[in-house]
């Protein structure tokens, strides 16, 4: 009997699904890794303490200048907001530990599986390269995801004390999340360059700083089609969007193929290992 | 089960491998001989699929290694050189991510983790960190990984090598124990572990395979010739001026003395007794006379490194192969 098109595509897709299932494999195992590992409940505590040390003396930055803002004609309305005085501020410093903290995570995903020569069953198992790339990216993802609801805490606890817009919140924590997303992407691409884990955090460094400067591009072009350009690939533009609590289309595609763009290089690296 | 057809690999300018040709039978125990760097390793990682090779074609259970690589994947338990453990994983837990990688499923994955645990005696340690583990335990975990999802094909990248004899000993019981249930391909480069374990071998040198035979055949592949130890009583300057007129001589050797001689003929009773007379016949005082046993080992070396001499070696079909173009 001919099947309609339609139940052979989703037929075609299950089976797909269940090809997925060594993504899945991976996914599983290395956010085990992530869980199980002292190092990352170390950096959990170091970001904790970190923002117990800071984000207090933001907040109460913020309330002296509630009090007395009256005294102070002067002050820019948006001092006046708790988004952009404290949290915004949150959110600048957790970008920089993430800057840090994401090579330190995805380093090892490629590398020490080399070294330890863990990778010849990864290739040697009924999994592609896609699938291995993609388990441990999402795992990669997942352990940020950890961080940065870790540093969302900070502004829930709070909404206890104070009246909170939770939409830019949320907005604006959602555009880091993905800012991070971009960085484990690149890093992982890092990680599949070399067997070295430490070479792979101080190129993953080096990425995740340099791609703030693709922005600056926008001052040294004269065109004005040159100079869109560069205010797109600027990770700060689309960022900027979304920390004001505006979802663009524009930013979550961008960021989407950033990361779409070295997961795809990444599975390359991996798969050209059969070729060398 | 497993064929590998005109099979090249390139490493920059080096050729690692040069049109490999071979087969392997269902449940067959095939030793993969070679000095070190001849290309075993090589051969194996294109097999599984860790590598593509530059030229030829390998398929495992029908499946081509390049076109249906999952397939075949699903097929194969391979341990390699180095054995893929991650060292902060218990060794059950670990098992049991191999199992789930290698597709196995859920409800057969429990029971095939058991039985690999109890295959290779790692029942006291299933519950330590592999990182704690001793050598001879590791390498035991991985084969476990390799037969962890009750593979078709084993393929096995020197199993013993680095462990002690005691060791040594345990892992060839274990991959006795394993014959008849896959196939299996060992490589190795220790003579006695093919004697102990194989039924067939192939010995490659230089990426080429030199010979392929099964293990009786090739410790008879001296036997068309026979090796006699010689001694005489009486200071001979050359034996072979004796015996040159003798049918069947292949090799005169000088021993440490002009009295110890090593000769080589063809393998008749004939020209073995006819070495004898024509000894005995010019007056030299026989004193002893012995066969010398041709044994793998000097099948193997003889095919790897050549002869000392430059003499042409059979090969096990009992054609002359020109050792220089090998």
């Known amino acids: ?276 | 089960m497993l064929e590998v057809k005109d099979l090249t690999k390139d490493y920059g300018p080096r050729r690692a491998i040069d049109h490999l040709n071979f087969k392997v039978n269902k449940g067959e125990v095939v030793g993969f001989l070679g000095p070190n760097g001849a290309g075993k390793s090589t051969t194996m990682k294109i097999i599984t699929g860790f590598m593509a090779p530059s030229s030829g074609q390998a398929s495992v259970a029908g499946f081509d290694v390049f076109e249906n690589p999952l397939e075949v994947k699903r097929r194969i338990g391979y341990l390699p050189e180095t054995p893929p453990l991650y060292g902060d994983m218990f060794v059950a837990d670990y098992l049991s991510y191999v199992a789930e990688l290698k597709m196995v499923t859920k409800e057969r994955r429990g029971a095939l983790v058991a039985a690999a645990i109890e295959k290779t005696n790692l029942g006291d340690v299933r519950h330590r960190l592999i990182n704690n583990l001793s050598k001879g335990f590791r390498q035991r975990v991985g084969i476990a990984q390799a037969i962890v999802s009750d593979p078709e094909v084993l393929i096995l990248d020197e199993p013993t090598v680095g462990l002690d004899p005691k060791q040594v000993a345990e892992i060839r019981d274990l991959i006795n124990g394993l014959r008849g249930q896959h196939t299996i391909i060992l490589s190795t480069h220790i003579l006695p572990e093919v004697q102990a374990l194989c039924e067939r071998i192939i010995i490659i040198h230089q990426g080429k395979i030199v010979a392929e035979d099964s293990i009786e055949n090739l410790a008879h592949m001296g036997a068309s010739h026979s090796r006699l130890h010689l001694r005489v009583r009486k200071d001979v300057e050359d034996l072979r001026k004796v015996l040159n007129a003798q049918q069947g001589l292949l090799k005169v050797e000088r021993g440490h003395s002009g009295r110890d001689w090593i000769v080589e003929v063809e393998s008749s009773d004939e020209a073995i007794s006819n070495v004898a007379s024509s000894v005995v016949q010019q007056g030299l005082g026989l004193l002893e006379m012995s066969q010398v046993k041709v044994d793998l080992e000097d099948v193997f070396l003889k095919l790897t490194y050549g002869d000392k001499h430059g003499a042409r070696a059979m090969d096990p079909r009992g054609h002359q192969v020109d050792r220089k173009g090998v």
């Open chain 1, 1 to 276: 009997m001919e099947r309609e098109p339609w139940i052979r595509g989703v037929i075609k897709l299950i089976g797909k699904e269940s090809r997925m299932s060594g993504a899945i494999t991976i996914f599983k195992k290395e956010l085990k890794g992530f869980y199980n590992n002292p190092t990352f409940y170390l950096i959990c505590g170091f970001i904790a303490t970190l923002f117990s040390y800071v984000y207090p003396i933001s907040v109460k930055r913020f309330s002296g200048l509630l009090e007395s803002f009256m005294m102070q004609p002067g002050i820019p309305k948006q001092q006046l907001n708790i988004h952009y005085s404290v949290f915004v501020q949150q959110l600048s410093y957790l970008n920089l530990i993430l800057i840090l903290v994401v090579p330190a995570i995805t380093m090892k995903l490629f590398s020490e599986e080399k070294k330890l020569h863990s990778f010849e069953l990864l290739m040697t198992s009924p999994v592609t390269s896609l699938q291995i790339v993609l388990g441990k990216y999402l795992a990669a993802v997942t352990a940020i995801f950890g961080l940065v609801f870790l540093a969302f805490s900070y502004p829930l606890a709070t909404s206890t004390m104070a009246t909170v817009n939770w939409a830019p919140l949320i907005i604006s924590f959602f555009g880091i999340f993905l800012v991070g997303g971009v960085y484990a992407s690149m890093n992982l691409f890092c990680s599949s360059l070399t067997e070295h884990s430490l070479i792979a955090f101080v190129m993953s460094v080096l990425f995740n700083i340099a791609i703030w400067f693709i922005g600056m591009g926008v001052e040294v072009v004269d065109s004005e089609w040159a100079r869109k350009l560069f205010e797109h690939l600027s990770l700060s533009t689309h960022l900027g969007n979304m920390v004001e609590g505006t979802i663009r289309t524009s930013a979550i595609v961008f960021l989407c193929s950033v990361i779409g763009f070295f997961v795809f290089l990444a599975e390359r690296v991996i798969e050209s290992n059969r070729w060398r």
